[in-house]
């Protein structure tokens, strides 16, 4: 089990990277970690990502109070909490506005991995989950709605979530959904992609986890 202080290193050093990888511009997106005593770690409000320190980070209670009132939590701590609270396997949250991964969300068009195994077995269904106006429960309440069946989440008309055990699992989740959408979205420029057909689906259910 990793420390608070290895855990708010680590989340750090993810905001650095998705604000490097472009999945975050300005103040978008926010990242969250569940720490031992099932407080949560999360981005403050209205701060680049990518000129994080670990001061910056904010310790919240599962209602969304932060540990000092002088920092503001992210104003989407509400998805946070609520993943948190309706998954107890979850241990990180990431949320990013990642290019392609968007495109498909803002234009409704369900991200469908079928043609990639690897993904697939990592990914799984990838529900679309209708709109709900940004930092409030209205959008906490849609994401509840698809939670359980899933690992990772476009959100109509504004971005992408992805849940994991620790931070690392979350934040390469993100990698991979927008990997995958780039792909899609390459894909069909040349006619769409090719779902793998249900033996070779069976197949790999089968054979379980060999990304
Ligand atoms: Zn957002």
């Not at 990888?21 to 569940?34: I, L, Q, T």
């Not at 009132?69 to 396997?89: G, K, Q």
């Not at 290019?99 to 990838?126: Q, R, W």
């Not at 990698?175 to 992609?193: D, F, K, N, V």
């Amino acid at each position: 089990m990793p420390t608070p202080w290895q855990i708010r290193k680590r989340l750090l050093e993810v905001c650095h990277l998705a604000a490097r990888k472009g999945y975050v511009a300005a103040y978008e997106g926010n990242f969250s970690a569940r720490l031992p005593d099932d407080r949560i770690l999360i981005t403050p409000s209205r701060r680049n990502k990518g000129m994080l320190t670990s001061e910056d980070l904010v310790v919240i209670d599962q209602a969304g109070h932060p540990q000092r009132a002088e920092l503001a939590p992210s104003s989407e701590f509400r998805l946070h909490t609520t993943i948190y609270a309706e998954r107890s396997d979850v241990g990180a949250v990431a949320h990013g506005h990642p290019p392609y991964s968007t495109a498909f969300a803002v234009s409704h068009h369900k991200l469908c991995i079928d043609c990639m195994p690897e993904t697939l077995v990592e990914l799984g269904n990838i529900p679309l989950v209708p709109y709900g106006t940004p930092g409030t429960h209205e959008l906490s309440d849609r994401l509840r709605d698809h939670l359980h069946s899933a690992q990772a989440f476009l959100l109509a008309n504004h971005g992408a979530v992805t849940v994991g055990a620790d931070v690392d699992e979350a934040y390469f989740r993100l990698e991979m959904l927008e990997q995958a959408a780039r792909i899609l979205y390459y894909a069909a420029t040349l006619g769409g992609a090719c779902s793998l057909d249900p033996a070779a689906k069976e197949k790999l259910s089968r054979t379980g986890n060999h990304t």
